[in-house]
Every structure is written in C-alpha cells, then in structure tokens.
C-alpha cells in the first residue's frame, strides 16, 4: 500500500504568491516523522522542514510552513512568497520506527515570473 | 564542510561490468541508507544500515549489494550492471528515530553503455 501519496505531478505559481503542496500519508504507528525535501535539477536533495507525529503546532522555517492534520494525515507544505529559485521537484517522505525513510511520487513545482 | 561524501559524481561503466560506488560521511551516524533515483520519479530505497545491521529490501534485485567497513564509509556494489540500473544513486545517512532528518550527498549519476 502506498504510504505517500502526493497528487499533484506538477503545479505553477506566480512569483510572490503562496502555494500548497498536497501531501497525505499512511501508517499505524503512534510515532512517526514527516519531512519535506526540495530536489533541484542539480540532483542534490535538500531537506526543508520536519513535523513530529505528537508536534500540536505547525512546524515553520522561514517562507515554509506545513499545515499537518493528524485526523486527516495530511501534512502540506505551504511555501509563501514563492520565488524563481523555488522550482524545483518537492519529494513528502515519511520516517516510521523501522528507520527507513519513504517518498511520495514528488511535485514539480514552477514559479513564474 | 560536505558531511556526506560521494565518489565519484558521475560514473560511467560497461553492460555488465562490476562497479563500485562509495560514501563517505563526517557525522558519525550510526544509519546509512542508498536510494536508486530515476529520472522524475521518486528515490527508491535499496537498502540500509543501523550500525553494522544490514537491510535489503524485499524488492532489491541480487544484482545489488553494500559494504559498510566502518561508521564512515559505505559502498555500494552492482555486480552486472544493466542498462536499467543507469540512474542516480543517493547515499544518505542518519541518527536513528523516526525524528531524525536524513542527510544526502550529492549522488553519483550512473551511465550504463
């Protein structure tokens, strides 16, 4: 079963607006940790923002916030102010107690100038 | 500054001929990962190590397998390597917990002529 699921392949946005990544995911365990990665055409994968199963707040970091719903597992990533230098592939993963750390299929995201 | 190391950025080798890549990391953590990466998809976990406990993944072809000598160093190996193993590979390393953010290299883009 599909533990990350992104649904948008691609998205665009016009430079200085906000976006929405769409980011639900599966598991049965009480602890676990979702991430957002940021995969530029460079290849290199670079981490952008962390949320714990048991965090009652909304992890930020700077112009990224994740909007994590516990009911729903979803955790989107909102990034505001959207600027050229953001397009980019953005990967959701998730880390359960087995160690392992999976993707969702990725959205590819395009600023506009 | 490069916490995690790989050798070498691109690697190119024969159908079928024995090929060696390597990792290196400065953080002394105790989890080192290898992910399979092709072109727009997601990064594919091969395998992982906690300590010197070794991980396949129920889907890892034989074709592939990984040393870790030390905390430092982990390699992989791709005894015949096929024209579908051309990708990129990610070596990542981690403290253990679901909590704990993975840190990539920059990958080694693999060509198989």
């Known amino acids: 079963a599909q533990k990350i699921t992104q649904t948008q392949p691609g998205m665009f946005v016009q430079e200085k607006e906000a976006v929405t990544l769409d980011c639900t995911y599966d598991?049965?365990?009480?602890?676990?940790?979702l991430f957002w990665y940021k995969q530029p055409s460079s290849g290199e994968m670079i981490f952008l923002i962390y949320q714990g199963s048991y965090d009652e707040q909304n992890a930020t970091e700077g112009r990224y916030s994740l909007n994590f719903q516990k009911a729903r597992k979803s955790a989107n990533l909102v990034i505001s102010a959207s600027q050229l230098g953001d397009s980019a592939m953005y990967f959701c993963a998730m880390r359960e107690w087995a160690d392992k750390l999976v993707f969702g299929a990725g959205t590819i995201l395009r600023v506009k100038s | 500054d490069a916490m995690v190391i790989q050798n070498p950025r691109y690697q190119v080798t024969q159908f079928g001929k024995p090929v060696t890549l390597s990792c290196s990391q400065t953080l002394n953590h105790n989890v080192m990962y290898w992910y399979q990466q092709k072109s727009s998809q997601a990064p594919k976990l091969l395998f992982h190590?906690?300590?010197?406990?070794?991980?396949n993944e129920a889907d890892t072809p034989d074709n592939f397998q990984s040393r870790r000598p030390n905390t430092s160093f982990c390699f992989l190996d791709i005894r015949s390597p096929g024209l579908g193993d051309a990708a990129m590979y990610l070596c990542a390393t981690s403290r253990a917990g679901p909590n704990e953010k993975l840190f990539f290299g920059s990958g080694t883009q693999l060509s198989v002529l």
């Open positions: 598991t049965s365990d009480q602890s676990y940790g």
């Open positions: 190590y906690y300590d010197k406990d070794f991980n």
